[in-house]
Every structure is written in structure tokens, then in C-alpha cells.
């Protein structure tokens, strides 16, 4: 027969098991670091069975004349087996104004960036591949958006280790 004090110790080990298990199923879908390099990194996670990755960054240097917003970034996503393959998006960390563009620089080659909902931005369809490959080829973008309260920021980044992180997006979700 069993004592108690061994029933609580099984007992314990299945909840010390259980957590094991439910804290590994959990981090299954978690992101991990691909890659970094200078002022860019990389990341791949898994969302219902498709593979993502995504690369960014986030500005050398930021103007404007806003007092308060969240962090800026501009991204690269590119998924694996979908009909969407890359995007590039780009968020200024505060809600954009509706039907204003954001004005974006590549090396100074503008682009606008008109699909824009609450805080991002995306380039129109098609797009995406021309301006990742002016980013691959680019030392600098810039960023220049308009709050829904008027204010605007001018972010610029830097495209040091761009390349070299969208190879290992290209090969971890091709």
C-alpha cells in the first residue's frame, strides 16, 4: 500500500510533468533569432503550420515634431507557402492619418507607401520585391509619415546587414 507521503510525491511529479510538457508545447510557436547583423536582425516562427520569418530594424536617428509615440520600425516578412511571399511594412509608432501617404526614401528614390491602417504601412502590391531590392542595393531609408493628429516624424535608417539577414529569412522560409 501506498502512504500519503508517497501519493503527494507521485503527484507531484505528474503536475512537474504536466508543466513540463504544457510550457514545451507553448514555446513550440515562439520565435527565435535567425540571425544579426549591424543594425539588422532576423527572426522565424510558426503560425497554424506555415513558416514566417521576418527581419527589422529600427531608426539611427528620429525628428520630428511629435511628443509621444511607440517604437518605429520598418520590417521585412516573408512566409512560406502563402500566396503573400514578402512584404515590406513600416510602422512610425503612432496612428497614421487617413489618406496621406507615407513618403519613403531609398537612397533618395521616393516611394510611397500607401496602404496604411491605424499604425502601419505597407507599399501597394507588387511593390514589395522592387523596394527590397533597392534596400539590398541602398546605404540609407527614410521615413516620413503624418499622425491622425498632424504631427509627423522623419525616421532614417540604416541598411547595414540588410542583405546578409534577408539571405537567412530567404533560406529558413523558402
Not at 507607401?113 to 514589395?128: L, Q, R, S, T
Not at 527614410?142 to 534577408?166: C, I, P
Amino acid at each position: 500500500m501506498i502512504s500519503l507521503y508517497n501519493w503527494k510525491i507521485v503527484l507531484l511529479f505528474f503536475i512537474s510533468v504536466f508543466a513540463l510538457v504544457a510550457v514545451l508545447v507553448g514555446n513550440a510557436n515562439a520565435q527565435q533569432l535567425l540571425f544579426k547583423k549591424d543594425d539588422w536582425q532576423s527572426y522565424k516562427y510558426r503560425e497554424n503550420g506555415t513558416s514566417i520569418c521576418y527581419m527589422y530594424s529600427t531608426p539611427k536617428v528620429s525628428t520630428g515634431n511629435f511628443k509621444k509615440r511607440g517604437d518605429p520600425n520598418v520590417m521585412v516578412t516573408r512566409r512560406k507557402s502563402t500566396k503573400v511571399t514578402e512584404e515590406v511594412s513600416i510602422t512610425s509608432g503612432y496612428p497614421y492619418k487617413k489618406g496621406v501617404s507615407v513618403k519613403v526614401s531609398l537612397d533618395g528614390k521616393n516611394t510611397n507607401f500607401d496602404i496604411v491602417e491605424k499604425e502601419h504601412a505597407w507599399v501597394n502590391d507588387g511593390k514589395d520585391k522592387a523596394v527590397i531590392k533597392a534596400m539590398i542595393k541602398g546605404n540609407k531609408l527614410a521615413v516620413k509619415g503624418v499622425s491622425k493628429k498632424g504631427t509627423f516624424s522623419l525616421d532614417t535608417y540604416s541598411l547595414k546587414g540588410f542583405t546578409a539577414n534577408y539571405k537567412f529569412i530567404v533560406k529558413a522560409c523558402s
